[in-house]
């Protein structure tokens, strides 16, 4: 296993000005004209073509994903949200055509079919899925589509409760619904599904204009509905729609049974007769919440020891992105929700957002991000940005592993074994409960763009339906029914990137079948880990996967086979 991190090259760029900076169109056009219409005489006119395409989509990605980080770390800021509406508006639909034109060129140049076959199979598999899919009416649309859902973290990120004459945003406020007192618990939870039904109307207004302009995209495309498009455009060549109903029923059938023990065992150890929403995370009285870290900071160097743990490489990633300021942890108010990895693809090192609240769910986030970080850094060396490009399936297993190998160092953040063994419980929860609300949200959206032009009424009463299918029905909702039913808007995939959902629970059963090849052989797991992130999208799915030493599966009876693994591991943990 590859011990030491070594720090990234510093690229040097051939092709732009090296003090290059976009700022509009007119300076960024002429670098597209002149690879549109370059001539490519030979195989290795064609390798320099292609490592200035790369060059090109590295500083204009970078320049992007800057624009977007500053807005969703100060959604308040004016400029900053006008400098990401301006590259939405006016620099990405006008690259667009250009991209079509630079695909076509590279899919009918005799050259292409001297590049290595095994390197570069994915990549022209995506280049020839993106030309045919390409449609120069469905450019302005997916600028508009952009644009507005970039309104849901605005309108989100806004949100924010009163509680004892202290303000909060609604991720610290859901602190509070780990603490022993009942009551507070119940207010806190009333507080937020007030705030989150004050904007209900203006989140299915923002969401009824989305699904309209998703069905013409989809419509000029060819495509009867949005959901075939989709699937299409994410490039989903390893497994169907079919597929994706089989993981819902299975899901259905062999983790909602584990997830009602472990909410049984809650309950027990709460004392309660009843469960209600606000006890789902819960302590029972005289047991204080987790508390695992006070600040941004503290979580930052506590997770640098944990990574340390599993590898010098691991840490090193981390302690990179410390030294350059690409870490924004704390929660504040007027940040956007939520939390990511975005890569950097000039620069190489990745840049982690957060809301972090001192909690023992923002540990585990620190860990997933901390996997895609890492998975940043290990694909960085590949030629070509394209091939770090890799789809969500095998992001969110570098993600999602790292927080099941990185859990028997937590001892870092819990010095009392007691302690530690609760985080654990709790990580094992969350890895369980997760998949019936995967399946959830990915049934629901199969639904949507399978029904457009759907009343109000029919979403709400098909998203009912479909919540209670993978619903254990151990909670009482009563009281909260109106809440209930607009559950579904706190889910930001459903606004922001449609159908990029069923991806994590592809990926968490990879991550439990790693955990699993990890619990057997530490450094083999590692490795094998380690090895297959290299690879970027160099590979096919199946192949990362094999790379990894796991399969691609989420077949009912592969499902079946992991619940049947993890039951044992949470007896031991003292569920029953």
Same mark, same amino acid.
């Given at each position: 296993?590859?011990?030491?991190?070594?720090?990234?090259?510093?690229?040097?760029?051939? #092709?732009?000005?090296?003090?290059?900076?976009?700022?509009?169109?007119?300076?960024?056009?002429?670098?597209?004209?002149?690879?549109?219409?370059?001539?490519?005489?030979?195989?290795?006119?064609?390798?320099?073509?292609?490592?200035?395409?790369?060059?090109?989509?590295?500083?204009?990605?970078?320049?992007?994903?800057?624009?977007?980080?500053?807005?969703?770390?100060?959604?308040?800021?004016?400029?900053?949200?006008?400098? #990401?509406?301006? #590259?939405?508006?006016?620099?990405?639909?006008?690259?667009?055509?250009?991209?079509?034109?630079?695909?076509?060129?590279?899919?009918?140049?005799?050259?292409?079919?001297?590049?290595?076959?095994?390197?570069?199979?994915?990549?022209?598999?995506?280049?020839?899925?993106?030309?045919?899919?390409?449609?120069?009416?469905?450019?302005?649309?997916?600028?508009?589509?952009?644009?507005?859902?970039?309104?849901?973290?605005?309108?989100?990120?806004?949100?924010?409760?009163?509680?004892?004459?202290?303000?909060?945003?609604?991720?610290?406020?859901?602190?509070?619904?780990?603490?022993?007192?009942?009551?507070?618990?119940?207010?806190?939870?009333?507080?937020?599904?007030?705030?989150?039904?004050?904007?209900?109307?203006?989140?299915?207004?923002?969401?009824?204009?989305?699904?309209?302009?998703?069905?013409?995209?989809?419509?000029?495309?060819?495509?009867?509905?949005?959901?075939?498009?989709?699937?299409?455009?994410?490039?989903?060549?390893?497994?169907?729609?079919?597929?994706?109903?089989?993981?819902?029923?299975?899901?259905?059938?062999?983790?909602?049974?584990?997830?009602?023990?472990?909410?049984?065992?809650?309950?027990?150890?709460?004392?309660?007769?009843?469960?209600?929403?606000?006890?789902?995370?819960?302590?029972?009285?005289?047991?204080?919440?987790?508390?695992?870290?006070?600040?941004?900071?503290?979580?930052?160097?506590?997770?640098?020891?944990?990574?340390?743990?599993?590898?010098?490489?691991?840490?090193?990633?981390?302690?990179?992105?410390?030294?350059?300021?690409?870490?924004?942890?704390?929660?504040?108010?007027?940040?956007?929700?939520?939390?990511?990895?975005?890569?950097?693809?000039?620069?190489?090192?990745?840049?982690?957002?957060?809301?972090?609240?001192?909690?023992?769910?923002?540990?585990?986030?620190?860990?997933?991000?901390?996997?895609?970080?890492?998975?940043?850094?290990?694909?960085?060396?590949?030629?070509?940005?394209?091939?770090?490009?890799?789809?969500?399936?095998?992001?969110?297993?570098?993600?999602?592993?790292?927080?099941? #190998?990185?859990?028997?160092?937590?001892?870092?953040?819990?010095?009392?074994?007691?302690?530690?063994?609760?985080?654990?419980?709790?990580?094992?929860?969350?890895?369980?409960?997760?998949?019936?609300?995967?399946?959830?949200?990915?049934?629901?959206?199969?639904?949507?763009?399978?029904?457009?032009?759907?009343?109000?009424?029919?979403?709400?009463?098909?998203?009912?339906?479909?919540?209670?299918?993978?619903?254990?029905?151990?909670?009482?909702?009563?009281?909260?029914?109106?809440?209930?039913?607009?559950?579904?808007?706190?889910?930001?995939?459903?606004?922001?990137?449609?159908?990029?959902?069923?991806?994590?629970?592809?990926?968490?059963?990879?991550?439990?079948?790693?955990?699993?090849?990890?619990?057997?052989?530490?450094?083999?797991?590692?490795?094998?880990?380690?090895?297959?992130?290299?690879?970027?999208?160099?590979?096919?799915?199946?192949?990362?996967?094999?790379?990894?030493?796991?399969?691609?599966?989420?077949?009912?009876?592969?499902?079946?086979?992991?619940?049947?693994?993890?039951?044992?591991?949470?007896?031991?943990?003292?569920?029953?």
């Amino acid at each position: 296993m590859k011990e030491a991190f070594v720090p990234l090259k510093e690229k040097h760029r051939h #092709f732009l000005p090296s003090d290059f900076k976009l700022t509009d169109w007119d300076a960024l056009q002429p670098y597209f004209e002149e690879l549109k219409n370059r001539s490519i005489e030979n195989k290795a006119a064609l390798d320099k073509w292609l490592s200035d395409v790369s060059e090109l989509e590295a500083v204009v990605s970078e320049d992007a994903c800057w624009r977007q980080i500053k807005m969703t770390c100060d959604t308040t800021n004016k400029e900053y949200e006008e400098a #990401f509406t301006y #590259f939405c508006m006016e620099i990405e639909p006008k690259m667009k055509p250009y991209s079509f034109e630079l695909n076509k060129k590279l899919l009918a140049s005799p050259f292409t079919k001297e590049l290595d076959s095994d390197l570069f199979f994915p990549y022209l598999r995506s280049v020839d899925n993106a030309a045919k899919l390409y449609r120069e009416e469905n450019v302005q649309l997916q600028a508009e589509v952009s644009l507005l859902a970039q309104q849901y973290g605005v309108i989100s990120g806004a949100m924010s409760v009163e509680v004892d004459g202290k303000e909060y945003t609604l991720q610290q406020a859901a602190k509070m619904l780990q603490s022993p007192d009942r009551d507070l618990r119940e207010k806190v939870f009333a507080k937020v599904a007030g705030r989150r039904m004050a904007d209900k109307d203006k989140l299915n207004e923002l969401f009824d204009k989305l699904l309209a302009l998703r069905q013409k995209i989809a419509a000029n495309a060819g495509f009867e509905n949005y959901r075939d498009y989709k699937f299409r455009e994410l490039g989903r060549f390893d497994y169907s729609v079919a597929d994706c109903f089989a993981f819902h029923e299975a899901v259905r059938e062999h983790i909602v049974p584990l997830q009602a023990m472990l909410i049984r065992h809650r309950q027990h150890r709460l004392g309660l007769d009843t469960m209600r929403p606000w006890d789902s995370d819960a302590e029972p009285i005289g047991t204080e919440p987790l508390r695992p870290f006070s600040d941004g900071k503290e979580l930052s160097e506590k997770a640098v020891e944990v990574f340390s743990r599993l590898g010098k490489y691991f840490s090193g990633c981390l302690q990179t992105m410390q030294q350059m300021h690409r870490l924004d942890l704390d929660s504040r108010k007027g940040k956007a929700p939520g939390g990511y990895n975005c890569p950097l693809a000039e620069t190489g090192v990745p840049f982690i957002f957060m809301n972090a609240a001192g909690t023992m769910g923002d540990v585990i986030t620190m860990m997933h991000e901390g996997g895609h970080a890492v998975h940043s850094f290990l694909s960085d060396p590949l030629p070509l940005a394209s091939f770090k490009e890799y789809p969500m399936e095998i992001a969110e297993l570098a993600s999602m592993s790292m927080e099941l #190998f990185s859990m028997e160092h937590w001892d870092v953040f819990f010095k009392e074994n007691k302690e530690l063994k609760r985080a654990q419980l709790e990580e094992m929860e969350r890895v369980i409960s997760v998949l019936p609300w995967i399946a959830t949200i990915d049934k629901f959206q199969h639904w949507l763009y399978t029904h457009p032009g759907h009343t109000l009424q029919e979403r709400e009463e098909n998203w009912l339906a479909i919540l209670n299918e993978f619903s254990t029905g151990i909670t009482d909702w009563s009281g909260f029914e109106e809440y209930r039913t607009n559950f579904w808007q706190k889910q930001l995939h459903l606004f922001e990137v449609p159908f990029y959902y069923i991806e994590y629970g592809i990926a968490q059963l990879g991550a439990m079948t790693m955990w699993r090849q990890y619990r057997e052989n530490k450094d083999q797991a590692l490795e094998n880990y380690m090895k297959a992130l290299s690879q970027g999208y160099t590979k096919t799915l199946k192949e990362l996967y094999t790379t990894a030493g796991i399969k691609f599966d989420f077949s009912p009876a592969y499902i079946k086979e992991l619940a049947d693994f993890v039951t044992p591991v949470l007896k031991d943990m003292g569920v029953e």
